[in-house]
């Protein structure tokens, strides 16, 4: 696999590595900007200039005709495969709150739910309460205490929640309570595996018991149920695969939970908007950071909500911080996205994903604009995202040559 030959060649000194992420930026034509696509209709006169002294490509995620989640598409670009290195459904609820897994935790989606006098499911989902209400349930389950593990309870919006238990000796091999019908009970705790799972079906029954209790009495939400039970199992970091010193800067706890799934530092950015965001990427090369990876959320969100308009805005917004990145002073500068969001689809989607690179020597001249159309006709081709890291490496000098 590329991404083990690229960490067997990766050099512990070379230049400094800047991937700055438009979420979702990809699309595809707008009937309204007669067929042109956001990135098409953007002005955009920063990226130009950086386009035609660097080089473009484009991505694919994970595969052809594969739509990626958010955390996949990062983890890809963040130079693993996101297909041999999965993140368990309970696991991502957590990261997506931006909690901070260790190895050995094993995490757990709750559902508030709503259970009639006889203990049967009236509503999974509790009438979907309000998030305020969510927050005063987890506040009451919070101080569940259970020997020998230490519990954590999160918020996550309105009837979800998470749940991380952190001890020795558990195990993810456990069957999930809901049953995923009304007008039937909660399913007891019980081991999907024959072996193994002793421990943790001990605890989770526990823990279910005693929220059970304080619950009894609430309405609509009386009971709970849990899913999607995942071990977090330690990623290899950059770090340690590519020998980077990596710093995130992002403003959404999901991506600051991925980033620091792969052993990015983070640093905060004050005020919480573009230009923080780069004092923020200033702040962690001045601290001997090598590798930044910078997340800008809105052209996803306005991709998602089907605004065209607001899409090209927050487009050229990056744009003109653009300046700024370069001010910073970063060796390789690379900006690309985690997937495509076709407005016209209001939904992430397979499409490749374009790929600026500038910096180190290239095949430059090809390009003029950072398109859909010039990026799948670019110097650098179309590649999987999971390799775009050896491309940064080498642009950055990072990459000692196979062979004699
Ligand atoms: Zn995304």
Sequence with gaps: MSSNLASRLSLDHGGKILLAVMDGVGDIPIPEFDGLTPLEKAVTPNLDKLTATGVL????????????????????????DPVEYLVGRGALAALGIGFELKHGDLAARINFCTLGDNGVILDRRAGRISTELCNELVAELK??????????????????????????????????????????????????????????????????????????DKTPANGLLLRGFALHEDFPTLTGLYKLKPAAVALYPMYRGVASLVGMEQFQSNPADLSGEIQAAD????AGRDFVF????????????????????????????????????FDVICITGDHSTPCPMKLHSWHPVPVLIHGGPQRTGW??????KEAAAGALGTFHGHELMSLLLAAAGRLAKFGA
């Design 57 to 80: 490509g484009q991505h694919l995620p994970v595969g052809r005709g594969i739509t990626p989640g958010s955390g996949p598409g990062h983890l890809s670009i963040f130079g693993y």
């Design 367 to 372: 390009s003029s604009r950072f398109t859909e």
């Design 283 to 286: 702040d962690a090369l001045n």
């Design 143 to 216: 101080p569940i205490a259970i020997p020998g593990v230490e519990i954590f309870v999160e918020p996550v919006k309105e009837h979800r929640a998470c749940v991380i238990f952190r001890g020795p000796g558990l195990s993810e091999s456990i069957h999930d309570t809901d049953p995923g019908l009304v007008g039937e009970k909660p399913l007891p705790v019980t081991a999907s595996s024959s072996s193994g799972s002793e421990r943790a079906v001990h605890v989770v029954s526990e823990f279910i018991s005693k929220a059970s209790e304080i619950l009894k």
């Design 294 to 329: 910078l997340h800008h959320k809105y052209t996803d969100s306005s991709g998602e909500d089907g605004d065209h308009e607001r899409k090209v805005a927050e487009i050229e917004k990056f744009d003109r911080a653009v300046p700024g990145l370069l001010q910073c002073g």
